[in-house]
């Protein structure tokens, strides 16, 4: 199986910055598909951005633009760099993975918490 560690997350102003990361183990890191979920209080669970490969990424459109997925294949990391930070950002964050292209994300870190404050 496995394992997903996210880090990164914390309390930032309007406009400002953070980098979550996500280290993966169990698993050859370059055969997965990872994405970025998520969460914010009282709402369903969203996807935020998708990575196959070192170039080939996707992002939902209230994002586009400001965040960022890359990975370091050595490292077996994948990161979310988030810019230009509004306060609908604010969410808990899941790093997922998954074997299959056209699969459903199998394994999921226990989330990192990210708050945005106007």
């Known amino acids: 199986q496995v394992q997903l560690v996210e880090s990164g997350g914390g309390l930032v102003q309007a406009g400002g910055s953070l980098r979550l990361a996500c280290a993966s183990s169990g698993r050859a890191f370059s055969s997965l598909g990872m994405g970025w979920f998520r969460q914010a209080p009282g709402k369903e669970r969203e996807f935020v951005a998708s990575s196959w490969g070192t170039t080939i990424a996707s992002y939902a459109d209230s994002v586009k633009g400001r965040f960022t997925i890359s990975r370091d294949s050595a490292k077996n990391t994948v990161f979310l760099q988030m810019n230009s930070l509004k306060p609908e950002d604010t969410a808990v964050y899941y790093c997922?993975?998954?074997?299959?292209?056209?699969?459903?994300?199998?394994?999921w870190g226990q989330g990192t918490q990210v708050t945005v404050s106007s």
């Open positions: 997922a993975a998954k074997i299959r292209a056209g699969a459903r994300y199998e394994y």
